[in-house]
């Protein structure tokens, strides 16, 4: 490792960096040392350890061992804030700058300047205009940040960080969103930077920047420091491989279990099964271009930012690209979203597990089979034995660790997370699989487990197309290899052509994306060398070894069957669509872990799940004792239709905040509700029969209310719009609404036809408080057995996750916020009821902030992916009951308010601290 050697002494200088996360090392004796006045490059693979070195320096992590030295003093900043006032500033990624004001407030944010008492606008623009005009910047200051160039704002945010006397200044990917006249305007800045003494540290992951802006580089590989040189003095190549860490050689047999099942043995490679031409997708993905056939493993080489998870994402709908063609089975293929290509056959492995694949709050069963969940279903109805067979089968065949499916999918290592999103795409026997990172964070069992299955499911005839930054697995696994650098298809290496140095080479290296072979032929040499085309370069149209050829975009291909089929040893059995089980199916298989020490852990599990319900038994214990007159029918009849209305409100919240939003609309929906219902029976617009009127006035107030809480939903899905400002617009509207329809006057009325549905009794309990239960039972049932309710914890738990699993996002949230206002129009058709008169101005006051605080005493999650019905139900009564308690005991009403405000505080408090996110 090549020390730093100067005349001065250095800037910064970190040395024997330690930090630990749980005990697992982030950085094991690190170091980094930056000259003065120098523009110096910091790199490596992800996990390398980068991120963590830098916030160690700028105080947003405390480092365990180790010294940093800066200006000359040991250095130790508490805070990002204490860093940036000695003289280090960190320009982020993402612009964490203010874009819809102006430059001037973005410049001088935090520090404004004051002139008797009063901002001195003047001195503050002037100021900016000064700062700008060291690195030749000259811009209306009084214009929103919003309003100029990317490059212009990265250049705002760099002013804005030299404005603080910085001596040290961090750029995290500052090209990533930038064309190349503003890389080159950005790199002027930075020498700038430079020529006014100025240190800057720069991150990339694009190898050529380095060279034309950098003097040294670090190399961090695994939370250590492997290389400290001048930038001259090493090549690209260099650069790559001690970012890997591997020499360039040869690897030896065996290193993965690939090699267990030789690509010889597995099928004659037949026409394509997908093509992938000339794809482009915003600025990380240029001109990329991939075919794969049934068959074969088809491995995506690149490094960081090379657009390889970009290019994926599109042949899976997950993202849309700007131009460019795909085939699939011999047809044009353009998915509109993951359901699309779920639909086709395909499934896909996110690389980001937490963010992109799990569903933190679900079970392993839930989430195995999330995308599974239509062909496990009869008319909407999950069949849970045809599930949990399938479910069982894949914790055996893939070694899944868990205590049972029903536990809790955030609970399990990351490698068992990783396993069960595997399994998520092999139980849908799909005919084409991308597995992005598919054996990250997994243990070496496990791993060589996987690598056998994937080759296995090639050798029966599924096309695989595989992302790895482990360069072993790529070689070993892969029929043919795609090298991808900074966006463009640069490489495809085939048999013997398959090896480290070939790979790490077109890394490096620039090339002209390979010939499209519509316009040239197919990309093979001779079948064992690298083709690497420079420009201007023809393709010979030659066939493909063992196999009949790319098919020309004019031909048709024929289809391919489905090519994971029942005879597979691990995806038995097959699901067909219909969801009948195939009956050759064995027995389910019993996972592991399921002794005393897990039955004690579901144990204390179950008693937090019962909480709520444990706290309504002592409160109802209590008063049985204490209250005098508690225990007679009168008082039981008195609470019960108190909590009516809350409850069913409640139900329709439950779903809406259980899917990750909130109804601020459901008062507001009951007052509409309950002003177009005597508008009806009472013949106000149209003379009707009285059993037509009264039929008419129970549906469709409640119909109106449901498609006034889709246009919710709609507002939500449509324009992107955040639910409690979406919902804020009928809260306020919709009250608006039901003035007009009455002219604010009050409806009087009495029709024992119609309110029987609020002051009915049968068998002597009231008529609300069985349709109170009818909907609890029924929505509670919905939520366990059927799709729709496991697709709306999915989407409350983790949106994207769901997307990505087929899942129909937006019809979920629409139907949501419709159910949420239909059981709003059935409260208030009650509420009228019991009352013999409609008051716009009263029904539903307040009613979302009942709703909302029943939901919350009742447990379920305020931040989605959790929904407990009979919580819901139990959190009203307990709010109803405390009310009656200070009530009965002589406390004024207004203290119960108090009192009801703490116990929500209380839910969210408890939790928070049960670890719910």
Same mark, same amino acid.
Request: hydrophobic share 45%; net charge neutral.
């Given at each position: 490792?090549?020390?730093?050697?100067?005349?001065?002494?250095?800037?910064?200088?970190?040395?024997?960096?330690?930090?630990?996360?749980?005990?697992?090392?982030?950085?094991?004796?690190?170091? !980094?040392?930056?000259?003065?006045?120098?523009?110096?490059?910091?790199?490596?693979?992800?996990?390398?350890?980068?991120?963590?070195?830098?916030?160690?320096?700028?105080?947003?992590?405390?480092?365990? $061992?180790?010294?940093?030295?800066?200006?000359?003093?040991?250095?130790?900043?508490?805070?990002?804030? $204490?860093?940036?006032?000695?003289?280090?500033?960190?320009?982020?990624?993402?612009?964490?700058?203010?874009?819809?004001?102006?430059?001037?407030?973005?410049?001088?944010?935090?520090?404004?300047?004051?002139?008797?008492?009063?901002?001195?606008?003047?001195?503050?623009?002037?100021? $900016?205009?000064?700062?700008?005009?060291?690195?030749?910047?000259?811009?209306?200051?009084?214009? /929103?940040?919003?309003?100029? @160039?990317?490059?212009?704002?990265?250049?705002? $945010?760099?002013?804005?960080?030299?404005?603080?006397?910085?001596?040290?200044?961090?750029?995290?990917?500052?090209?990533?969103?930038?064309?190349?006249?503003?890389?080159?305007?950005?790199?002027?800045?930075?020498?700038?930077?430079?020529?006014?003494?100025?240190?800057?540290?720069?991150?990339?992951?694009?190898?050529?920047?380095?060279?034309?802006?950098?003097?040294?580089? @670090?190399?961090?590989?695994?939370?250590?420091?492997?290389?400290?040189?001048?930038?001259?003095?090493?090549?690209?190549?260099?650069?790559?491989?001690?970012?890997? #860490?591997?020499?360039?050689?040869?690897?030896?047999?065996?290193? @993965?279990?690939?090699?267990?099942?030789?690509?010889?043995?597995?099928?004659?490679?037949?026409?394509?099964?997908?093509?992938?031409?000339?794809?482009?997708?915003?600025?990380?993905?240029?001109?990329?271009?991939?075919?794969?056939?049934?068959?074969?493993?088809? #491995?995506?080489?690149?490094?960081?930012?090379?657009?390889?998870?970009?290019?994926?994402?599109?042949?899976?709908?997950?993202?849309?690209?700007?131009?460019?063609?795909?085939?699939?089975?011999?047809?044009?293929?353009?998915?509109?979203?993951?359901?699309?290509?779920?639909?086709?056959?395909?499934?896909?492995?996110?690389?980001?597990?937490?963010?992109?694949?799990?569903?933190?709050?679900?079970?392993?069963?839930?989430?195995? %089979?999330?995308?599974?969940?239509?062909?496990?279903?009869?008319?909407?109805?999950?069949?849970?034995?045809?599930?949990?067979?399938?479910?069982?089968?894949?914790?055996?065949?893939?070694?899944?660790?868990?205590?049972?499916?029903?536990?809790?999918?955030?609970?399990?290592?990351?490698?068992?997370?990783?396993?069960?999103?595997?399994?998520?795409?092999?139980?849908?026997?799909?005919?084409?699989?991308?597995?992005?990172?598919?054996?990250?964070?997994?243990?070496?069992?496990?791993?060589?487990?996987?690598?056998?299955?994937?080759?296995?499911?090639?050798?029966?005839?599924?096309?695989?197309?595989?992302?790895?930054?482990?360069?072993?697995?790529?070689?070993?696994?892969?029929?043919?290899?795609?090298?991808?650098?900074?966006?463009?298809?640069?490489?495809?290496?085939?048999?013997?052509?398959?090896?480290?140095?070939?790979?790490?080479?077109?890394?490096?290296?620039?090339?002209?994306?390979?010939?499209?072979?519509?316009?040239?032929?197919?990309?093979?040499?001779?079948?064992?060398?690298?083709?690497?085309?420079?420009?201007?370069?023809?393709?010979?149209?030659?066939?493909?070894?063992?196999?009949?050829?790319?098919?020309?975009?004019?031909?048709?291909?024929?289809?391919?069957?489905?090519?994971? %089929?029942?005879?597979?040893?691990?995806?038995?059995?097959?699901? /067909?669509?219909?969801?009948?089980?195939?009956?050759?199916?064995?027995?389910?298989?019993?996972?592991?872990?399921?002794?005393?020490?897990?039955?004690?852990?579901?144990?204390?599990?179950?008693?937090?799940?019962?909480?709520?319900?444990?706290?309504?038994?002592?409160?109802?214990?209590?008063?049985?004792?204490? %209250?005098?007159?508690?225990?007679?029918?009168?008082?039981?009849?008195?609470?019960?239709?108190?909590?009516?209305?809350?409850?069913?409100?409640?139900?329709?919240?439950?779903?809406?905040?259980?899917?990750?939003?909130?109804?601020?609309?459901?008062?507001?929906?009951?007052?509409?509700?309950?002003?177009?219902?005597?508008?009806?029976?009472?013949?106000?617009?149209?003379?009707?029969?009285?059993?037509?009127?009264?039929?008419?006035?129970?549906?469709?107030?409640?119909?109106?209310?449901?498609?006034?809480?889709?246009?919710?939903?709609?507002?939500?899905?449509?324009?992107?719009?955040?639910?409690?400002?979406?919902?804020?617009?009928?809260?306020?509207?919709?009250?608006?609404?039901?003035?007009?329809?009455?002219?604010?006057?009050?409806?009087?009325?009495?029709?024992?036809?119609?309110?029987?549905?609020?002051?009915?009794?049968?068998?002597?309990?009231?008529?609300?408080?069985?349709?109170?239960?009818?909907?609890?039972?029924?929505?509670?049932?919905?939520?366990?057995?059927?799709?729709?309710?496991?697709?709306? !914890?999915?989407?409350?738990?983790?949106?994207?996750?769901?997307?990505?699993?087929?899942?129909?996002?937006?019809?979920?949230?629409?139907?949501?916020?419709?159910?949420?206002?239909?059981?709003?129009?059935?409260?208030?058709?009650?509420?009228?009821?019991?009352?013999?008169?409609?008051?716009?101005?009263?029904?539903?006051?307040?009613?979302?902030?009942?709703?909302?605080?029943?939901?919350?005493?009742?447990?379920?999650?305020?931040?989605?992916?959790?929904?407990?019905?009979?919580?819901?139900?139990?959190?009203?009564?307990?709010?109803?009951?405390?009310?009656?308690?200070?009530?009965?005991?002589?406390?004024?009403?207004?203290?119960?308010?108090?009192?009801?405000?703490?116990?929500?505080?209380?839910?969210?408090?408890?939790?928070?601290?049960?670890?719910?996110?």
């Amino acid at each position: 490792m090549a020390a730093f050697s100067s005349s001065t002494p250095a800037l910064l200088s970190m040395r024997g960096i330690e930090k630990r996360f749980n005990g697992v090392p982030a950085l094991s004796g690190a170091s !980094l040392e930056i000259g003065r006045s120098e523009i110096h490059a910091l790199i490596g693979q992800n996990g390398a350890g980068k991120s963590t070195m830098i916030k160690v320096l700028t105080g947003y992590y405390s480092k365990d $061992a180790g010294e940093v030295i800066f200006d000359g003093a040991p250095f130790h900043a508490d805070s990002p804030k $204490a860093a940036q006032a000695s003289g280090i500033s960190t320009i982020y990624q993402e612009i964490n700058l203010v874009s819809y004001r102006s430059v001037t407030e973005n410049i001088c944010l935090g520090r404004e300047r004051k002139r008797f008492g009063f901002l001195d606008w003047p001195r503050m623009h002037r100021e $900016a205009e000064e700062i700008l005009a060291r690195f030749d910047v000259h811009l209306d200051v009084r214009q /929103p940040l919003s309003r100029y @160039t990317t490059a212009i704002q990265q250049m705002v $945010a760099i002013a804005r960080a030299v404005s603080f006397q910085a001596r040290l200044v961090i750029m995290d990917e500052p090209t990533s969103s930038l064309d190349d006249h503003e890389v080159a305007v950005l790199f002027g800045v930075i020498r700038q930077l430079k020529d006014s003494g100025v240190s800057v540290i720069f991150v990339s992951h694009k190898l050529d920047e380095l060279y034309v802006v950098c003097e040294r580089v @670090t190399v961090m590989r695994d939370g250590r420091t492997v290389l400290v040189a001048p930038l001259a003095q090493v090549s690209k190549l260099e650069l790559v491989t001690t970012m890997i #860490g591997r020499e360039i050689e040869s690897p030896s047999a065996g290193q @993965t279990a690939f090699h267990e099942i030789a690509p010889a043995h597995r099928r004659q490679k037949e026409k394509a099964l997908l093509e992938v031409q000339h794809l482009a997708v915003g600025r990380r993905v240029t001109d990329c271009s991939f075919d794969v056939h049934p068959g074969e493993i088809v #491995g995506l080489a690149g490094l960081l930012g090379s657009g390889r998870t970009e290019s994926v994402r599109t042949v899976f709908g997950a993202d849309r690209p700007d131009s460019g063609r795909m085939r699939y089975q011999g047809k044009s293929f353009a998915p509109q979203s993951p359901a699309a290509a779920i639909g086709a056959g395909i499934g896909f492995c996110s690389e980001d597990r937490k963010l992109e694949g799990i569903v933190p709050e679900m079970s392993v069963r839930e989430n195995l %089979t999330l995308a599974l969940l239509p062909r496990l279903a009869r008319s909407g109805v999950v069949n849970e034995e045809q599930q949990r067979q399938v479910v069982n089968q894949f914790i055996e065949r893939i070694r899944i660790k868990c205590a049972s499916p029903d536990q809790r999918i955030r609970e399990l290592s990351g490698g068992n997370q990783q396993k069960v999103l595997l399994a998520r795409w092999l139980c849908l026997s799909p005919r084409l699989l991308i597995l992005d990172e598919p054996t990250r964070g997994i243990d070496v069992g496990a791993k060589a487990e996987i690598q056998g299955l994937i080759g296995k499911l090639a050798a029966e005839g599924l096309g695989v197309l595989m992302i790895s930054s482990e360069i072993e697995e790529i070689v070993e696994g892969s029929d043919r290899v795609f090298v991808l650098r900074e966006g463009r298809t640069v490489a495809e290496l085939e048999k013997e052509a398959i090896t480290e140095d070939a790979i790490m080479a077109a890394m490096a290296e620039p090339a002209e994306p390979p010939t499209h072979p519509d316009e040239a032929g197919p990309l093979t040499g001779d079948g064992a060398t690298a083709v690497v085309l420079p420009p201007g370069s023809p393709a010979q149209d030659q066939p493909r070894p063992g196999g009949n050829g790319a098919g020309h975009a004019g031909e048709s291909v024929q289809e391919t069957p489905a090519t994971a %089929t029942a005879t597979s040893t691990i995806i038995q059995p097959v699901v /067909p669509r219909s969801g009948v089980a195939d009956e050759s199916a064995g027995p389910a298989v019993q996972p592991a872990g399921t002794g005393t020490s897990a039955r004690k852990s579901y144990r204390l599990e179950f008693l937090k799940r019962q909480a709520t319900l444990t706290a309504l038994l002592v409160l109802i214990l209590f008063n049985f004792l204490f %209250t005098p007159h508690f225990a007679t029918w009168e008082t039981l009849y008195v609470n019960l239709t108190q909590v009516c209305t809350i409850v069913i409100v409640g139900v329709g919240m439950t779903l809406v905040i259980g899917s990750g939003g909130i109804d601020l609309s459901v008062g507001s929906l009951m007052a509409i509700a309950g002003s177009l219902a005597p508008i009806i029976f009472l013949g106000k617009l149209v003379p009707l029969p009285v059993w037509c009127g009264v039929g008419l006035a129970f549906i469709v107030p409640v119909l109106v209310a449901g498609a006034l809480g889709w246009f919710n939903g709609w507002l939500i899905t449509r324009f992107k719009i955040q639910p409690i400002v979406a919902t804020l617009v009928l809260f306020i509207a919709g009250r608006g609404i039901a003035q007009v329809m009455t002219n604010g006057n009050l409806q009087v009325f009495h029709q024992p036809a119609f309110q029987v549905i609020g002051l009915g009794r049968v068998f002597g309990l009231p008529v609300q408080s069985i349709i109170m239960a009818f909907l609890v039972v029924v929505a509670a049932w919905a939520l366990r057995r059927t799709v729709f309710g496991r697709q709306l !914890l999915a989407v409350g738990g983790n949106e994207e996750a769901a997307r990505l699993s087929g899942i129909p996002v937006v019809r979920v949230k629409r139907a949501v916020y419709a159910l949420s206002g239909i059981c709003a129009g059935i409260a208030g058709l009650i509420v009228i009821a019991i009352n013999s008169s409609s008051d716009a101005n009263l029904v539903g006051l307040g009613m979302e902030l009942d709703a909302i605080a029943a939901v919350a005493v009742g447990g379920t999650l305020l931040l989605g992916g959790q929904a407990y019905l009979v919580g819901t139900l139990a959190g009203a009564l307990i709010i109803q009951l405390v009310r009656y308690t200070l009530l009965a005991n002589g406390v004024p009403d207004a203290a119960a308010l108090v009192v009801k405000a703490a116990m929500i505080i209380g839910a969210v408090y408890f939790q928070r601290r049960g670890g719910a996110r």
